[in-house]
T-cell receptor, first 114, second 112 residues
């Protein structure tokens, strides 16, 4: 149980285009989902926290208009990187949690912007 | 969340026990110690957590000092598949909405 999936696992896009990444909790309902970004040889950096049906809370320095987060249901959250640029190339990871203590992480999405 | 300190890297011979230390001297009374690991190019994987008692599960053991200022994650018989970055995190456990802050972790290399 407690499986989180992400789609796509890998995406390559041209500079200026938008990319949507999906995060799904497959066998549980997630009241809260988190989005992280990880650059090579660095740790995970939290980007935003989203609760189902409400606006996401962004960490300092993360542009909310560039990284659009939608948490429309208890099993799905999406992150859209708008007008992507090469510096947005990174490993994006989501996690999902219930009202319990655990966070369950997705496998990550590798974004490469050319 | 309290800050943790871990050695940046460690080596361990295959089949031997891997002991990964973590200092969390500013931990609060309601904060748990969590351990995750991240295998290259994958999402983090939960390993174990504890409050003050030692804990054991099928993956590892967690030893927390009596003053709770440090802990050790023990992989009893390390295999090559245990090569990963291990993160020690302290956080309150009052709901999954609590965000997790990752440090740099310890890169464990299991050597054949």
């Amino acid at each position: 149980g407690a499986v989180v999936s992400q789609h796509p696992s890998r995406v390559i896009c041209k500079s200026g285009t938008s990319v949507k990444i999906e995060c799904r909790s497959l066998d549980f309902q997630a009241t809260t989902m988190f989005w992280y970004r990880q650059f090579p040889k660095q740790s995970l950096m939290l980007m935003a926290t989203s609760n189902e049906g409400s606006k996401a809370t962004y960490e300092q320095g993360v542009e909310k208009d560039k990284f659009l987060i939608n948490h429309a249901s208890l099993t799905l959250s999406t992150l859209t990187v708008t007008s992507a640029h090469p510096e947005d190339s990174s490993f994006y990871i989501c996690s999902a949690s219930t009202s319990g203590n655990e966070q369950f992480f997705g496998p990550g999405t590798r974004l490469t912007v050319l | 969340d309290a800050k943790t300190t871990q050695p940046p890297s460690m080596d361990c011979a295959e089949g031997r026990a891997a002991n990964l230390p973590c200092n969390h001297s500013t931990i609060s009374g309601n904060e748990y110690v969590y351990w995750y690991r991240q295998i290259h190019s994958q999402g983090p994987q939960y390993i174990i957590h504890g409050l003050k008692n030692n804990e054991t599960n099928e993956m590892a053991s967690l030893i927390i000092t009596e003053d709770r200022k440090s802990s050790t994650l023990i992989l009893p018989h390390a295999t090559l598949r245990d090569t990963a970055v291990y993160y020690c995190i302290v956080r309150v456990a009052s709901g999954g909405y609590q965000k997790v802050t990752f440090g740099i972790g310890t890169k464990l290399q299991v050597i054949p």
